[in-house]
């Protein structure tokens, strides 16, 4: 099982990217799917979830507004189109997929390779 991570690149503030992670290997319909990040110097960071099956959604509080997460219809793809991008934003963005559902980086056991995301100011 694979998670592939894409849509990353260099961005003015105020700008806008879609991130996309794809699911190959099996189908990852049932799977929760969620987006973290690591910038520099930080802890792996929590931003949106997406239950599998066609479930809900959760969102870090910071993210709420500016970044909207989204799957396909057949479960496999799942999207992160941020929006007003900061500075701040800059980090290495990774797709992860469990069984279940989780909001923490730990509860995840399938993780794509990491997408580099920039802003400048």
């Known amino acids: 099982v694979q998670l592939q991570a894409s849509g990353g690149g260099l961005v003015q503030a105020g700008g806008s990217l879609r991130l996309s992670c794809t699911a190959s290997g099996r189908s990852f319909s049932s799977y929760a799917m969620a987006w973290f990040r690591r910038a520099p110097g930080k802890q792996r960071e929590f931003l949106a979830a997406?239950?599998?099956?066609?479930?809900?959604?959760n969102y870090a509080d910071s993210m709420k507004g500016r970044f909207t997460i989204s799957r396909d219809s057949a479960g496999n793809t799942v999207y992160l189109q941020m929006n007003r991008l900061k500075p701040e934003d800059t980090a290495v963005y990774y797709c992860?997929?469990?069984?279940?559902?989780?909001?923490?980086?730990?509860?995840?056991?399938?993780w794509g390779q990491g997408t580099q995301v920039t802003v400048s100011s």
């Open positions: 992860a997929a469990r069984l279940g559902y989780g909001l923490t980086p730990y509860e995840y056991d399938v």
């Open positions: 997406v239950r599998g099956s066609g479930g809900g959604t």
